[in-house]
């Protein structure tokens, strides 16, 4: 597999960035291993079970690459990894590094199709997965799968339990840390692929090397940093997820801090986590962040040491900016990022939106993270005031997607720009707003609309705690637009109370949504986090287009 996974980006390019300083142009096992032995006793990981230590994390890891070795894995080997958040998830990224091999971690939860998937085009060699979470009996699924998977050689199962018929038991596997010596593989090539939530009909899956995991992300997470020390991330989406790829490689690896995980996001953990444990920085969606917000009520979260709250994965409207900074008393940062190779967020200095303009404020691009610029969408000159298509290039640029050349050809230019589907602007300050999807705009009647700017619009509304907008078939007009509405307590949605408020805010009436889900408890969450839109379609679909639909 590793042949296959060639970069995409002209090297004079890649040594340029090295040269100029943007990545440390050293493998993640190394930069680790460094802060392991400078501070030793520092705590790494703070996870279900406690807290570990550097030098603790150090020996599992190492002990787990000897173990590795024993099975099979060489430099270059893909190896999948489906563990939830903790210290032995961490150990495992670790290890698979010191040896050269290539992580591809996916989030517990996916079934057994979708793991097929990404075993089969990845040519995986091995897989570490839980014998059991939450019911789910994962070691087991992928070990029955193998048959379909000639590549895979090697099914290790982790955690306690009986160890499945065709699995081997992580805790059997030889190892000693002292008998291990690590590779130095080239920080240019692959070290993890990040499994993209994106609009395609099986997940993208994007090779990342060392450098740029280190280096570009590491550079974004480093521009939150505030004087005083390493950083202490708590991480409410899954590391396995392309958000949590900013876990192993950037908090530690990078930057010598502590990741905080909890196995399972709920609300009501996240507020005692926070309490707690005192992060500098938690990593969540908009969507978490709303349901924390619904738990703790009026009065402020007590959230000492707290420098930021960055929240990725969809659009934070203002009104959730506001309730949050008010509730955590610090810097609340809209990320805009993906596992295609772009990011770009607004930064702790909470400056003012500039009045006006369309979609939402991302911040300014930072070169030594990706530069941005903006494509148009029907050939001729590019205007950057114009809505066109946002494409991304730098340090933290990807080498290529994995197993699908047809990606390569649609998203990557020849000359390392990746095209990201996703619409934006750029004004004459060089601030970047992004508008919506080129795949999510839905076409009514030949008239394009952009969920993403009716998203925005409803969020503004009083009795709106959360809300998405999809698209639903319709014989009549193709699509119609339908809006999914979590409300305020005490608030009572419906069609026209939203087509008022629409009407308010000067929304066009053929953007106005014509289908309604009321959501009576939280919009519902993929396994990476994320709000789940296929299945707010599926409830749409299995209600009636007649009156509004109820969801709990």
Avoid at 165 to 171: D, Y
Avoid at 294 to 307: D, H, K, N, S
Avoid at 458 to 487: N, Y
Wanted: hydrophobic share 40%.
């Amino acid at each position: 597999m590793t042949n296959l996974l060639h970069d995409l980006v002209p090297a004079p390019l890649r040594r340029a960035w090295a040269a100029e300083g943007h990545c440390p142009d050293i493998d993640l096992y190394t930069l680790f291993r460094s802060h392991r032995i400078a501070d030793p006793h520092r705590t790494a990981v703070i996870d279900a079970r406690g807290a570990t230590s550097y030098a603790e994390l150090d020996d599992r890891a190492r002990c787990l690459a000897t173990g590795l070795t024993e099975a099979g894995i060489r430099p270059g080997d893909v190896v999948g990894v489906q563990l939830p958040n903790s210290a032995e998830a961490v150990a495992a990224d670790l290890a698979l590094a010191a040896l050269g091999a290539v992580a591809l971690p996916f989030p517990v939860g996916r079934g057994g199709r979708e793991a097929r998937s990404l075993l089969g085009r990845a040519g995986a060699r091995a897989v570490i997965a839980a014998t059991e979470h939450r019911g789910i009996a994962h070691a087991k699924e992928l070990a029955e799968l193998a048959g379909e998977l000639p590549e895979l050689d090697t099914v290790i199962a982790a955690g306690a339990g009986a160890v499945p018929v065709g699995c081997r038991s992580l805790t059997a596997l030889p190892g000693t840390a002292n008998g291990f010596t690590p590779r130095r593989p080239d920080p240019d090539t692959a070290a993890r692929i990040l499994v993209s939530s994106g609009s395609e009909a099986e997940p993208k899956m994007v090779a990342y090397s060392h450098n740029a995991l280190a280096g570009g992300r590491g550079n974004f997470l480093g521009a939150l940093l505030a004087a005083g020390g390493p950083p202490r991330c708590l991480f409410l989406t899954p590391l396995a997820s392309a958000f949590g790829s900013s876990g192993t490689a950037v908090t530690l690896a990078r930057h010598g801090g502590t990741l905080v995980l909890l196995d399972r996001f709920t609300p009501e953990a996240a507020l005692r986590a926070i309490r707690a444990h005192r992060p500098t920085h938690v990593l969540g969606v908009p969507t978490m962040v709303r349901m924390m917000l619904e738990r703790c009520g009026p009065e402020p979260v007590a959230a000492e040491g707290l420098t930021a709250l960055v929240l990725g994965g969809s659009a934070l409207d203002a009104a959730t900016r506001r309730e949050a900074r008010r509730a955590f008393g610090c810097p609340v940062v809209n990320l805009y990022g993906s596992a295609d190779g772009v990011n770009c967020h607004t930064g702790l200095a909470e400056e003012t939106a500039p009045a006006g303009g369309p979609g939402v404020v991302v911040g300014r691009p930072d070169p030594t993270v990706c530069e941005i610029r903006i494509a148009p969408l029907h050939g001729g000159t590019a205007n950057e005031a114009e809505t066109g298509e946002i494409l991304a290039r730098g340090p933290m640029t990807p080498l290529c997607y994995v197993g699908a050349p047809e990606l390569n050809m649609r998203y990557r230019t020849a000359d390392g720009w990746v095209r990201t589907g996703d619409l934006g602007t750029l004004d004459a300050e060089g601030t970047l707003r992004v508008v919506g999807r080129l795949k999510d705009v839905v076409i009514r009647g030949g008239a394009n609309i952009s969920p993403a700017e009716v998203e925005g619009e409803l969020s503004a509304h009083p009795g709106v705690r959360d809300v998405l907008c999809v698209g639903v078939p319709d014989p009549l007009m193709g699509e119609r637009l339908a809006a999914c509405v979590v409300p305020r307590s005490g608030h009572e949605i419906t069609l026209e109370s939203l087509g008022a408020h629409l009407d308010s805010r000067g929304l066009e009436r053929r953007k106005h949504p014509e289908r309604l889900l009321v959501v009576t408890g939280e919009l519902p969450l993929t396994p990476a986090g994320k709000p789940d839109r296929t299945a707010l379609r599926d409830q749409l679909a299995a209600a009636s287009p007649a009156t509004p639909a109820q969801t709990g």
